[in-house]
Each structure stands twice: as C-alpha cells, then as structure tokens.
C-alpha cells in the first residue's frame, strides 16, 4: 500500500520555525517528485513548495518564499519541509503529495498520493 505519512506539525510561536517530514512507504519516494500544500480554515488548497527528482526546489506560496526550504533524503524515503520565522497566518493543515513523474505542478490535481496531513498552528 502506498502511503505518504507527514509529521513535525504542531504549535509555535510566531518568528519560530517547524520543520515537516513526509515519509513514504510502499514505494521508493525517488521516483516521485513530491510538493507540499497547506489549506487553512476557510480557504482553498495552496501549493507551498515542490523537490523533483533530481531535487530541483519551486516555491509557490509567495508569503513563505524566502522562508522555507524543500531536502529530500531518498535514503530514508523522506521529504522536509524547513519553515522559519513563521506568522500567525502560517497556521493550516500542512500535506505532502507525490507525483509519479518527474516534474513541479502546483495544481493539486497533478499529485496522485495524498498523507493525511499535519496541523500547524502559529500562536503566542
């Protein structure tokens, strides 16, 4: 079965910084291309951040840009996801995708697997 756990979520402060894993299992994760999106509380799906396979990075969300960065370590089949000083509006569910073919897509609809997703809440 193929799965996409993501874990590092929780509560920070703001200017504060989480780091995001996303883990694959049931299939070797260097074959995909993988993207993080975020969704808040009323709003719609962004994209935020995509590695290819070769570990090229393209940022999507504007207000995280300068702040993040995208690693892949295929040895342990994972995907992080460093965000830094972090903002009140940083707070959504965070999810990690993967693509079967190489290549960045912000389109969610691009992205065949889905984790579940993990919460990060930026509050003092």
């Known amino acids: 079965q193929l799965q996409l756990v993501e874990s590092g979520g929780g509560l920070a402060q703001p200017g504060g910084s989480l780091r995001l894993s996303c883990v694959a299992s049931?299939?070797?994760?260097?074959?995909?291309?993988i993207a993080w999106f975020r969704q808040a509380p009323g709003k719609e799906r962004e994209g935020v951040s995509c590695i290819t396979i070769g570990g090229a990075t393209t940022d999507y969300a504007d207000s995280l840009k300068g702040r993040i960065s995208l690693s892949r370590d295929d040895a342990r089949n994972t995907v992080y996801l460093q965000m830094n000083e972090l903002r009140s509006e940083d707070t959504a569910v965070y999810y990690c995708?993967?693509?079967?073919?190489?290549?960045?897509?912000?389109?969610?609809?691009?992205?065949?697997?889905w984790g579940q997703g993990t919460q990060v809440t930026v509050s003092s």
């Open positions: 049931g299939f070797y994760l260097n074959f995909y291309s």
């Open positions: 995708a993967g693509k079967g073919r190489d290549g960045c897509s912000s389109g969610a609809s691009m992205y065949g697997h």
